[in-house]
């Protein structure tokens, strides 16, 4: 049998990309349960934050011009704590004022009240030279009315919350969610909680792919519908595969996709749509599947993608390949993920025809430990570590060297 050429990843994802067009469907949500969704309108300031020029200090508005001497004597004609708003401050006059409250008119400094004395006769003795627009906030430095604070496809955050309340909003138009089916192949597996660890069948495993990637699709927003373990079988697979496209936008399985005899997912996605079988040019995560299935009702397609079943491969293909999809069916548009250059503190001294993904941890002296076990079935590599090394293919690694590191914490989020 020929072998396939291995595909790039370069080449594979700008390909994948292009076939997840945005989801049309938006929804208003409470700017509360907004963190994690993606913005389906730009958001348009319409008024200053903040709304008037106020004090960041507890102490007293003065004219500057008053107090071009350390020393100056005033009279504090009234008092603005915030909330409130003051009459216009008269030469000779100061305003006792607190942190947030607005300027007075004629007001044009602010002096902290551990530059002041209070004295008899509602008197303030100010003790420093007042420069003008000392300790004031000027209106719209944090907003201005009409400028665009947020944009479509920004995927909120806890600080963009606060920001969209900043501006008055209590809902935010978001895309909707994205409908995953998961489901997992092979007659081998077994879901914990079904058979108790001592009652194993010989051959049989627990499904641990499925956990993963479930909370992995909902850390990103979607709406995920667990269809279980799929029989090893044809009929049951295409069977499965039709019911699940009706009422999702992505059918994401895990296993079957290499080109075993035991591999059912091809024959049956193509007996419904079409299928790609990919063989990409990384490790762990060579077999790879980008396909659709069509929806005979409704005259358009439900996407599909097949990870490889081995765990580790499973869970990296699924951040590098499905991950930036299902952003993207959010209408997410910067869906790539940051490299850090860091320092290698082992060696990798067998390069591989591959790109690579190796599982590391920071160590204290800011470099990158190597788990020592890197084979695809080996899933305590990425709880240990803390992220992965993107490493070229054809390329060796000795300590020392600068490396491209991808955090777990930030690739997750
Ligand atoms: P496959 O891609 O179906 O050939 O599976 C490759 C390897 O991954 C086999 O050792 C499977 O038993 C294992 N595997 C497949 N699916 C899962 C799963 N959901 N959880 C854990 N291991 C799996
Ligand atoms: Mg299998």
Not at 318 to 324: A, D, I, K, M
Not at 353 to 372: Q, T, Y
Not at 381 to 389: F, T
Request: hydrophobic share 45%; proline share 6%; aromatic share 6%.
């Amino acid at each position: 049998m020929n072998r396939p050429a291995l595909l790039s990843l370069d080449d594979a994802l700008p390909e994948l990309l292009a076939k997840a067009q945005a989801l049309p469907n938006m929804q208003s949500v409470s700017t509360f349960d907004a963190d994690g969704c993606v913005l389906a309108q730009d958001v348009i300031a319409a008024l200053q934050v903040p709304p008037k020029d106020n004090s960041s200090m507890d102490g007293y508005a003065v004219r500057a011009a008053d107090c071009v001497q350390a020393g100056a004597v005033l009279r504090v004609a009234q008092r603005i704590p915030a909330g409130t708003h003051g009459k216009p401050v008269n030469a000779g006059e100061a305003a006792r004022i607190f942190t947030g409250a607005p300027i007075p008119q004629g007001a044009d400094a602010v002096v902290m009240q551990e530059d002041c004395e209070a004295l008899a006769y509602d008197q303030v003795r100010v003790n420093k030279v007042v420069p003008v627009g000392q300790w004031i906030r000027r209106s719209g430095e944090d907003v201005t009315r009409g400028a665009t604070v947020l944009k479509r496809g920004t995927r909120l955050t806890p600080a963009e919350l606060g920001l969209a309340a900043s501006i008055g909003l209590a809902q935010l138009q978001v895309s909707a969610r994205p409908r995953i089916a998961l489901f997992s192949t092979g007659d081998e597996l077994v879901m914990p909680g079904d058979v108790a660890p001592e009652a194993m069948p010989a051959g049989a495993i627990y499904n641990s792919n499925l956990f993963f990637l479930r909370a992995m699709l909902r850390r990103l927003g979607c709406e995920v519908t667990d269809l279980g373990i799929v029989p090893d079988q044809r009929d049951a697979t295409v069977r499965a595969l039709r019911d699940a496209a009706l009422s999702h936008d992505l059918i994401l399985t895990s296993g079957g996709v290499s080109v075993g005899e035991e591999d059912h997912i091809k024959p049956a996605v193509e007996s419904l749509g079409e299928l790609k079988l990919w063989q990409l040019a990384i490790k762990p995560g060579k077999p790879f599947a980008y396909g659709h299935v069509n929806r005979q009702t409704q005259g358009d397609v439900c996407h599909f993608m097949g990870l490889p079943g081995n765990p580790v491969s499973s869970f990296v293909t699924f951040l590098l390949l499905v991950r930036p999809f299902v952003l993207a069916l959010q209408g997410v548009t910067q869906t790539d993920i940051a490299r850090t250059e860091m320092t290698a503190d082992f060696d990798w001294p067998r390069a591989d025809k591959r790109r690579e993904f190796l599982r590391v941890k920071r160590n204290a002296k800011g470099g990158l430990d190597l788990f020592p076990n890197q084979s695809s079935g080996v899933l305590t590599s990425a709880v240990w570590g803390d992220g992965v090394v993107d490493n070229p293919a054809g390329q060796t690694i000795s300590k020392g060297d600068r490396v491209r590191f991808i955090s777990f914490a930030e690739w997750l989020a």
